[in-house]
């Protein structure tokens, strides 16, 4: 990857965090967490990988993607605001009565949101379903999806994972933010689904597993080597909770909880702090 | 007289979904591993590259349904009103419900004439459950030329569709003239004296009850209610006010279906008695259909019973 690029993307990827923040602190509820961890994966998605149009958030032949783990919708809102699917003075109108940003994904609402999530399990189905419906009509599009380590516990994926195979969905991608934490502990103390790779595989889909989610070369060279399956992927990407605010990294308590005022000056002057060397 | 032409709804549903294949190919079909028995499988025969088994993973199925229509295409899902409604309902209800989107899901088996499977099987709780998600139309055709019309018009509404189609073969009641349009209730029989209000099966024996009563003196509206979300509520509201008394019939639980929607729309538009008939609040068994509606009061003779119950009741 071109050294430009990257600290293009990285800076994008600290304000994103920074948008995260924002709204998570603004609602006083919100999952910081995992949505700290999938901003790489996210952010490479909306700026490098997709075939869409701010301007044009309908249209038909867009690439598509499911935040499966609909609670990491901050992440998402930061990046389609990032984006230019909407104003970022939004973000910190989320979770409020009267703001678009609902506390989860509503594709009814928001412009950039392809699919309503929140209920673990059923995004992914929606994603292959939106697979399938490229291939049928011819539309042509590509799909991507984003699971959770720990919402794969719900038998809805495997399901989902069992048809995309049978069906030769190659038009679908799927992450799995594997930061090992979920709400009540490590996931290997809770339900473990581990190894994740090889049910993946054992279902037919090509994997692929990356050390460092959160760096966007093996982002992108993830990403390359899908294009060629003839099959859907999974991308097993090992992640940070928290990644970029220092007390919340790998900390489980950060899945669901919001920073009070002086965590959030904190966590935003770390990210300032972070963005001024990048930028350099 | 001619031979009454006996057709379960669910061949009103394969059939009609297969006419609808040829004129059109704006929609895909999936089925949960059913389609012989839920009779997607005639639209498979016709049309084998727009069909999709999604095996035997209805949750799935929901899903995979919500992201096709996500797209903008039209889909067609199908399953037993048991594993549709109810092993799948909170995917019915976040994935397709709460975004609003256009799929149709064709439900079969329902009600207690599901017959010799018993209880697992027979489900009589599918309208209570898809009564709750806002924005969920749900019609229980009471024939095969309903059927039909409403798979039609189904395609064709805006939001989710749940169809509610029954096993067992029943009188074709309508003929080529009937009109169907989603939302209107059908005043089958005029009548001051008591209104039966009856959906599915339920309606061919409003109309033999019709009979009956007329024969002791008494002058029944039958009306035919296939929408039962958005329920016609004018035509209950009129049937109220002009014949004071209502019965309910409907090949379900007494809890949260036809007869609940009609009383809360009039306990709250215009207080009339509503005596309901349906499944009391029990689990089905295994058994013939016919002997099992004999057994669970889902007949004419039944709905005699509760008419006269009905009129007792007037202010």
Partial sequence: MDAAVKKELQITACKVRMGIIEGVHAAKSGHPGGSLSATEILTYLYFKQMNIDPENPKMENRDRFVLSKGHAAPVLYSVLAQRGFFSEDLLPTLRKPDSILQGHPDMKHIPGVDMSTGSLGQGISAAVGMALSSKHFGTGFNVYALLGDGEIEEGQVWE??????????????????YNNLQIDGTIDEVNSAKPIDKKFEAFNWKTIVIDDGNDFEQIEAALKEAESADKPVAIIAKTVKGKGVS?????????????????????????????????? | MSEVKMVATRAGFGAALAELGAKRDDFIVLDADLAAATQTGVFKKAFPDRFYDC???????????????????KVVCSSFAMFAAGRAYEQVRNSIGYPHLNVVIGATHAGISVGEDGATHQCCEDIALMRTIPGMTIINPADETEAKLAVEAALDQDGPVYMRFGRLAVPVIFGDDYKFEIGKGVELKSG????????????????????????????????????????????????????GAIVTAEEHSVIGGLGSAVSEVLSEEYPAPVVKLGVYDVFGHSGAAPKLLDEFGLRAVNIVEKAKKAISMKK
């Fill in chain 2, 55 to 73: 095996g035997i993973a209805e949750q799935n199925m929901m899903g995979i349904a919500a992201g096709i229509a996500a797209t903008g295409k």
């Fill in chain 1, 160 to 177: 989902a994972a069992m048809f995309a195979a049978n069906k030769g969905l190659d038009n679908l991608t799927v992450f799995v933010d």
């Fill in chain 1, 247 to 280: 007390y919340m990294e790998n900390q489980v308590g950060w899945h669901g909880s919001a920073p009070n005022d002086e965590l959030y000056e904190q966590a935003m002057a770390e990210l300032r702090t972070k963005l001024a060397e990048l930028e350099k």
């Fill in chain 2, 192 to 243: 001051s004296d008591v209104t039966v209000i009856a959906t599915g099966l339920m309606v061919n024996e409003a109309l033999q009850a019709y009979e009956m009563l007329k024969n002791e003196g008494i002058n029944a509206r039958i009306i035919n209610i296939h929408t039962i979300k958005p329920l016609d509520k004018d035509i209950v509201i009129k049937a109220a006010k002009e014949t």
